[in-house]
Each structure stands twice: as structure tokens, then as C-alpha cells.
T-cell receptor, first 113, second 113 residues
Framework: NAGVTQTPKFQVLKTGQSMTLQCAQD?????MYWYRQDPGMGLRLIYY???????DKGEVPNGYNVSRLNKREFSLRLESAAPSQTSVYFC????????????FGDGTRLSIL | QKEVEQNSGPLSVPEGAIASLNCTYS??????FFWYRQYSGKSPELIMF????GDKEDGRFTAQLNKASQYVSLLIRDSQPSDSATYLC?????????????FGKGTHLIIQP
């Protein structure tokens, strides 16, 4: 059971380039999330999807777009990467809203030059 | 602005002693509280979650919640060197807003052999 799988694990981009971070979960979870983690800032919510077909902004959505492709997959896109988007990106999922905990993928380490 | 506060540490505890990690939160509407452990360069790993006032025990770990004081803590008994990590406190965002978690910045715990 793989849980939450993120690809790629590492990526280096130049300013202005675009890329999509992929996330897939095999736990049949309804809700999926994207966070970024920066030194001294903790994890911050970028976007989330409460269920297939819905997406909503989190705390720091600017510069990002998301797609909930199906129940398993939730992608994060940087249309024009900026150095301020250098971070570690984590995808998470959970069965439903409420008290259930979120389970995290291994992360994508992204550097924007 | 929802806030979750943790002492960043480092908190140094002798092996075999009890480690006590504390967290306060600002939003009285929060209902679910989570402790994640994060090793350097790794993803957050769920340790405990609690949503009722009082104590919840799981092996060497005990989570304590006091909603009146907006305080949640994690006790680690018989601390082991493998417990050395950063511990993240996370609080759910109540309905009506982003359905994700608000994280504290984490407490760096060091267990001294």
C-alpha cells in the first residue's frame, strides 16, 4: 500500500518556467491538500479539494493552480515559477472532513533559480 | 488569522525521561488536534490526534487537550534517542473556511543518550 505518492521528488527550475507537481493516493480518500513548508514558517495550506470535482484556496494560493483530476489524483501547477516559490511541497489526503487525520506524501523539493 | 504557537526549542531531554511538548491555538472553534513527528528531510508522520477534552494515550505517547485554555500537549514517556525530531502541532480549520490544518512551526526535540 503506497499511501500518498508525489512526483517528482526533486526539481530545479528557472524563473518563469512552468511545471506540475503530481500527487496520487490509493486510500480512497475524499479530501486532498497541498502544503508548502519553508524554514521558520511551518507548513502552510496552498489549496485543497474536499471531494472530487471541487477545489478551494488555502492560506497561500497566489501563483498556483490545482486540478482534481479524479478521486485519486490532485496536481499543483506553477504557471510562471518565481524564486519565492522555492520550497518543499507536501501533498496530503484524508477520508473525509472532520476529525480524521491527514496522511502526507514524501514531498517534492523544488528550487527556483 | 488562525494561529498555532509552539516553543521552537530545542528541547533537550535525557533518555528515559518524560518529554513534554506544548501548543496553544487561537481559534476557539477548532475541534480536532493533531501531533505530527518530522525527521529532518522527511515528511510529517502522524503520532496522535485528539478531539475531546482530557487525555488520550497510545503506547508511550499521551495527548492532552484543554479547550477552555486552548491548550494541547504531547507527553512522551521513556524517551528514546529515536524520538529526536521536530514535533508539529496542527489544528483543524473549522467549517466555513479552508478545510485544512493550521500548523505550528514545530518544537525541535533532542533526546540525549
Amino acid at each position: 500500500n503506497a499511501g500518498v505518492t508525489q512526483t517528482p521528488k526533486f526539481q530545479v527550475l528557472k524563473t518563469g518556467q512552468s511545471m506540475t507537481l503530481q500527487c496520487a493516493q490509493d486510500m480512497n480518500h475524499n479530501s486532498m491538500y497541498w502544503y508548502r513548508q519553508d524554514p521558520g514558517m511551518g507548513l502552510r495550506l496552498i489549496y485543497y479539494s474536499a471531494s472530487e470535482g471541487t477545489t478551494d484556496k488555502g492560506e497561500v494560493p497566489n501563483g498556483y493552480n490545482v486540478s482534481r483530476l479524479n478521486k485519486r489524483e490532485f496536481s499543483l501547477r506553477l504557471e510562471s515559477a518565481a524564486p519565492s516559490q522555492t520550497s518543499v511541497y507536501f501533498c496530503a489526503s484524508r477520508p473525509q472532513q472532520g476529525h480524521q487525520p491527514q496522511h502526507f506524501g514524501d514531498g517534492t523539493r523544488l528550487s527556483i533559480l | 488569522q488562525k494561529e498555532v504557537e509552539q516553543n521552537s526549542g530545542p528541547l533537550s531531554v535525557p533518555e528515559g525521561a518524560i518529554a513534554s511538548l506544548n501548543c496553544t491555538y487561537s481559534d476557539r472553534g477548532s475541534q480536532s488536534f493533531f501531533w505530527y513527528r518530522q525527521y529532518s528531510g522527511k515528511s510529517p508522520e502522524l503520532i496522535m490526534f485528539i478531539y475531546s477534552n482530557g487525555d488520550k494515550e497510545d503506547g508511550r505517547f499521551t495527548a492532552q487537550l484543554n479547550k477552555a485554555s486552548q491548550y494541547v500537549s504531547l507527553l512522551i514517556r521513556d524517551s528514546q534517542p529515536s524520538d529526536s525530531a521536530t514535533y508539529l502541532c496542527a489544528v483543524n480549520n473549522p467549517g466555513g473556511g479552508a478545510d485544512g490544518l493550521t500548523f505550528g512551526k514545530g518544537t525541535h526535540l533532542i533526546i540525549q543518550p
